[in-house]
Structures are given as structure tokens and as C-alpha cells.
């Protein structure tokens, strides 16, 4: 068992520093007891030109893992930096799923080069493989699985397996299919070895096992893993032919692409950014939804100068103004995560959607009512005017709700729209939230007060 001696933060403090002193035996000391995962989160973790240098010294046996791993943007910078020669060395030793995952991104005559190199039976998987979309089980699959037939004992199964030599990794199951190739059961590989030789596999399979589409999303994919505890599960065409199988290390990736993209997607930026990437690229990605955001703050602020003459003769609304569409904003805020996460698990639908909407406006209305109590008081103590106390009460009861109405609508209505709800929604929902509590705080005013 291999100790776990250095931190990431340790590794990567080395690695700069052996890159700094110009010192490539140390860094290739510190890389030899690395995994290609780690290779590539220290790249990601560089400058570029640190980042080529460090590139330079990966051993070439890796060269193919490390790409996997590293985002799509930092990949493409590596690749760059090799001849076509040895991108197609670096990925000659990967299974089909993880070629298909690099070969889109791949120069269109390297790709090509590829291709030629391989065996007719490689070619037709890894041309299978690319038929599926990119954000399904087809893709997400090994088309490593090995299948038997159920007519067999498990004597000829066991020759089989003896004749082969070895088995794929994280084989748990043997796929069991009948003479054409249809998916019928599996055969657990403990059952295998713990039965009469002469017993047929009919008799030991499982039939009543989790079969997943190849063009299921793999979402939905992660989901059945961890609502029905898989370690595994076959893979089948739209004829139930079986494909491929996938398994628990492919759903943890998922797992974590799909958290990296929420997260970085509630922001407005993409999940494959690359942290140390050139000033002008990164600037120019932020300024779209910058941009967007400026619009929106000039439609606010269009609302309050509709307002002006209330400003200038009531100077307590300009104080407390922001108060109504702050609150506003972060309970929304609040219902619009919580719809996020509930539409990411597959939660909410059609059937569900308008009875949580009640429980949002229920929530909205209790706790407007108790904060807009809480904010009447302290309006009244700080402005000695009662008026003022019950129109800030009024806007942030109207806001409240507004909010939470629209922090379920919205993701509703976008995903409906086939958008991200956490790209754009929390820039909507800010939008509504200030532009009803700037109207209804300052159209009340207007109304009472002038």
C-alpha cells in the first residue's frame, strides 16, 4: 500500500519551486510517485509556462491519462505543445470511453492518424462510441464488458476466462447474452466460483438487473447509481443489444463534473475555465455576463428615476430603499438554490412543482410578514413617522413574495427553455427582486406620501 506523505498544496509548493531553481531532477523525483490525476491537477494548478515545463517532464507512459483529466481548455494549451507523433503514442493505451472523450478535441489530422493506427474492431467501438451524445451513457460507457451465453455451464465459461487471461478492472459481473448478442442477465463472478462446474449460467444468473439506455443522460445515469447502490450496470441499444457496461469510478466523475458546473455556472462562467489562463481570454468570457448584468442594473435604475420627485422630498426612501430589495433578493436567492438542486436531482416535476410553489409562498408570506414587523419598527424609531414604518412593512411583504414565487418559476420556466437554470437564473431573479421592491416601495410612497 502506497503512503500518503505530501499534501496537494506540499506537491505543488515543490514543483514550483524545483521549476523556479531550474532543477529537473527534482521535479521529476517529486512527479514518479504521482497518479495522472494529480499530474494533472497540479498543470491546472501552474502558469502556463510553468505549466509547459512541468508538461514536458510527465513521463510519456502517462502522457495519455494526464490529458483525460485535465480540463478541456488545458488540454487544448498541452496539446499544442506535442507533435502529432506523440499524441497518438500518448493515447494508444486508452479504452474506448476515455479515446472517445479526447478524440473531438484532438487536430483533425491527428485524429485521422489515429484512426489508421487502429484495428478494424477498435475503430468500429471507438466510431460507436462517438455516435452518442456527448452527455450520455453511450459515451460515458467501457466497451470492455465481457458477455457469455446463458445456454453454457460454468466450467466453458471458466476455460473462457482462462483463455482470455485477464479481465477488465472493476469487473464484477459477467454480462450474460444470448446467441445474438441480447442482453438477458449477469452473472456475478462469486457465483462463479462457488457452484457445480456443470451448472448452466441460466441457472445462476440474475435476470432482474438495472438496465440503462445508451443515449440515457448520464445524470439520470449517476442518479439510478445512487438511488439503487450499483457498482455496475450493462449498457444497451435501442434493440437491447448489449454495448458496454459503466461503472462506480465513471459515475464519481460525473458526480464532480456536474458539482464543478453547478458551481461555476451560478457565477456565469464555465467549468472548463482555466484558472491561469491569459488576462485577455479570461476578461473576455467575464465581460459577457458583466454586460448583461449592467443591463440589468440600468432597468432599476430606470425604475427609481421614475420616482425622482418622491426621492427629493422624502429623503428617508433613499435610505431605506435598498433594504426592500435586498431582502427581496436573498430570499429568493435562497428558494432559486433550492429549485437548482431539486431540478439536478430529478426531484421536481409536474406532478410536484405547484404544491411546492404553495410551500414557497407560504414560506415568503411568514417571513415577510415577521421581518417587515421587525423593519416597520425600526423605520418608525429611526424616522418618527409612522407612515413610513407601514409603506416599507407593505414593499417588503409584496417583494417577499415575489421572490419566492420566482425563485420556482424561473428555473422552472428556463429549464423548460432547455437553459441552465444556474447560468442565468440568479441574474433574472435579481433583476425581478430589485425592480418589484424599488416599485412597489417607492410607487407606495408616491402614493401615501406626496
Known amino acids: 500500500m502506497t503512503e500518503v506523505t505530501e499534501t496537494f498544496e506540499s506537491q505543488l509548493s515543490r514543483i514550483h519551486l ?6 529537473p531532477q527534482e521535479v521529476s523525483e517529486a512527479l514518479e510517485d504521482l497518479e495522472p490525476a494529480e499530474v494533472a491537477l497540479l ?12 508538461w514536458e517532464q510527465v513521463p510519456a507512459e502517462d502522457d495519455g491519462e494526464v490529458l483525460l483529466h485535465v480540463h478541456d481548455e488545458v488540454r487544448s494549451t498541452l496539446l499544442e505543445d506535442m507533435d502529432p507523433e506523440e499524441i497518438v503514442a500518448a493515447t494508444a493505451s486508452l479504452d474506448t470511453a476515455d479515446l472517445a472523450e479526447l478524440f473531438e478535441d484532438l487536430p483533425k489530422q491527428v485524429a485521422e492518424d489515429m484512426l489508421r493506427t487502429m484495428d478494424e474492431m477498435q475503430r468500429t467501438r471507438l466510431q460507436e462510441t462517438l455516435s452518442f451524445e456527448e452527455d450520455s451513457a453511450g459515451r460515458l460507457m467501457r466497451t470492455d464488458a465481457i458477455g457469455v451465453r446463458s445456454d453454457v ?34 452473472l456475478p463472478l462469486a457465483r462463479l466460483v462457488s457452484h457445480d462446474q456443470e451448472t448452466s449460467v441460466a441457472e445462476l444468473m440474475d435476470a432482474d438487473v438495472d438496465v440503462i439506455q445508451g443515449d440515457m443522460k448520464s445524470r439520470d445515469v449517476a442518479t439510478l447509481f445512487q438511488t439503487h447502490d450499483l457498482t455496475s450496470a450493462p449498457v444497451v441499444d435501442n434493440d437491447g443489444m448489449l454495448i458496454g457496461r459503466i461503472v462506480i469510478d ?17 457565477a456565469g462562467l464555465d467549468e472548463e475555465e482555466d484558472l491561469f489562463a491569459p488576462v ?22 430606470w425604475v427609481i428615476g421614475q420616482f425622482e420627485d418622491a426621492l427629493e422630498k422624502v429623503v428617508a ?19 432559486l438554490t433550492l429549485a437548482i438542486r431539486g ?46 414604518g407601514v409603506i416599507i412593512a407593505a414593499a417588503l411583504v409584496i417583494n417577499m413574495l415575489a421572490a419566492g414565487v420566482c425563485g420556482i418559476v424561473i428555473p422552472l420556466v428556463l429549464k ?30 408616491t402614493i401615501f406620501l406626496l
Open 18 to 23: 524545483a521549476l523556479e531553481d531550474e532543477n
Open 43 to 54: 498543470l491546472e494548478s501552474l502558469p502556463l509556462s510553468e505549466r509547459i515545463r512541468l
Open 153 to 186: 455451464t460454468l466450467e466453458t465459461v471458466q476455460r473462457f476466462l482462462r483463455w482470455k487471461e485477464s479481465i477488465p478492472d472493476n469487473t464484477d459481473n459477467l454480462m450474460v447474452v444470448d446467441r445474438i448478442g441480447h442482453f438477458v442477465g449477469v
Open 250 to 266: 465513471d459515475i464519481v466523475d460525473v458526480i464532480q463534473e456536474n458539482s464543478e458546473q453547478a458551481l461555476m455556472n451560478m
Open 280 to 301: 485577455l481570454p479570461s476578461a473576455k468570457r467575464r465581460a459577457v455576463w458583466l454586460g448583461i448584468n449592467l443591463l440589468t442594473a440600468f432597468l432599476a435604475a
Open 317 to 335: 426612501l433613499a435610505v431605506l430603499m435598498p433594504i426592500v430589495a435586498s431582502m427581496g433578493g436573498i430570499a429568493g436567492s435562497q428558494t
Open 343 to 388: 431540478l439536478a436531482l430529478g426531484q421536481i416535476s409536474k406532478t410536484n412543482s405547484n404544491w411546492l410553489l404553495r410551500k414557497e409562498v407560504g414560506i415568503a408570506l411568514l417571513n415577510g410578514v415577521v421581518w417587515a414587523l421587525v423593519v416597520a419598527v425600526l423605520a418608525v424609531l429611526w424616522f418618527k413617522s409612522v407612515a413610513i
Open 416 to 445: 423548460r427553455m432547455n437553459i441552465d437554470p444556474a447560468l442565468s437564473g440568479s441574474v433574472i431573479l435579481t433583476t425581478v427582486t430589485d425592480v418589484i421592491g424599488f416599485m412597489s416601495f417607492l410607487g407606495l410612497a
